[in-house]
């Protein structure tokens, strides 16, 4: 069964390069000059992949629902709106349930895009565009349960999807605004978004006395303490394992230069939160300190926020 579903998705790939070429361009054409909605439609598996196809489309930045066929001819055509195209899913080209979204579509001169595997179906010919996939087998013993086909759109649709995601220079970022739960979103955090800053920072200036710094260290519960120069630029660091190793011999004579870590490691404002967990995780520390280009300080993220964000 995977042998015949994956041979049709060749076919497909191939078709895209070929065969599908002009017509695939045309609609990414006719979607991307679209001032309404993507109106995604079909029935039965069809219907099924298509909403699947809405979703995607609506999730990287073309607008799109899906409206049942059938439903549509009982108050949800008033769904549809001018400046909106119909993208319209159906393996014979001649569910009955079609007919009237069809016939809507071409009252109110809304574009139609069929996505059908039969030339000379009602539904090709009274598309503008006809995305004709190649005739597969269905990997059902019978020959008739859709699955080969069902997958061959399935794989077209996020093609298209793509195709628009890349014309309109659709961005990681632009992304998490539609995927803002879960950890898909929380991998698409910038550091800068959820860093601690302000006074909630703990930090001391060089030649600072080491007991001052372990005071700093203790009221802010990070387990370090960031050691900066008078203008504010990032010198080191310390942290609650280097003061256990000083406890013995004493701590009051020491300054916070006398065992802080130079150069620690840092993390940009603008990088993914989730660049900062293998960091972490390399080096067995428990925060990074975000600085700029030139080395200033400005916060501080620890590894209970990415905890919370469900990255670590």
């Known amino acids: 069964m995977i042998s015949t579903e994956s041979r049709?998705?060749?076919?497909?790939?191939?078709?895209?390069?070929?065969?599908?070429?002009?017509?695939?361009?045309k609609a990414v054409e006719l979607i991307l000059r679209l001032t309404g909605r993507v109106i995604v439609t079909g029935v039965g598996k069809s219907g099924h992949i298509g909403a699947k196809i809405a979703a995607t489309l609506a999730s990287t930045g073309t607008p799109a629902f899906f409206v049942h066929a059938a439903e549509s001819s009982h108050g949800d055509l008033g769904m549809i709106g001018s400046g909106d195209i119909v993208i319209a899913l159906s393996k014979s080209g001649e569910s009955a349930e079609l007919r009237n979204i069809i016939n809507y579509s071409r009252r109110f001169s809304l574009p139609l895009i069929a996505m059908t595997f039969s030339q000379q179906s009602t539904l090709s010919s009274a598309a503008?565009?006809?995305?004709?996939?190649?005739?597969?087998?269905?990997?059902?013993?019978?020959?008739?349960?859709?699955?080969?086909?069902?997958i061959v759109q399935l794989a077209l649709g996020d093609a298209l999807a793509i195709a628009l995601l890349e014309a309109r220079n659709f961005s990681a970022q632009d992304f998490k605004v539609f995927h803002p739960g879960g950890k898909l979103g929380a991998s698409l955090t910038r550091v800068e978004d959820v860093m601690h800053v302000g006074s909630r920072v703990p930090l001391v200036f060089a030649g600072t006395p080491l007991p001052e710094a372990v005071t700093v260290l203790s009221q802010k519960h990070f387990g370090c303490v960031a050691i900066l120069s008078r203008d504010r630029r990032l010198r080191g660091i310390v942290t609650q394992g280097d003061i256990a190793?000083?406890?013995?011999?004493?701590l009051s004579d020491l300054l916070v230069d006398d065992i802080m870590t130079r150069e620690p490691k840092t993390i940009r404002p603008r990088e993914l939160v989730e660049n900062a967990f293998p960091v972490m995780e390399q080096y067995k520390i428990g925060a990074l300190i975000v600085v700029d280009e030139e080395n200033h300080l400005l916060g501080l993220i620890h590894f209970h926020d990415l905890l919370r964000l469900g990255v670590a």
């Not at 503008?128 to 597969?136: E, F, G, K, Y």
């Not at 013993?141 to 859709?146: F, I, M």
């Not at 190793?245 to 004493?250: L, N, P, R, T």
């Open 8 to 25: 049709a998705l060749e076919a497909v790939g191939q078709a895209l390069n070929t065969s599908l070429a002009g017509s695939f361009a």
């Open 128 to 150: 503008d565009v006809t995305l004709l996939l190649p005739t597969v087998e269905e990997a059902c013993p019978h020959r008739l349960t859709p699955t080969t086909s069902a």
């Open 245 to 250: 190793q000083k406890i013995k011999s004493g």
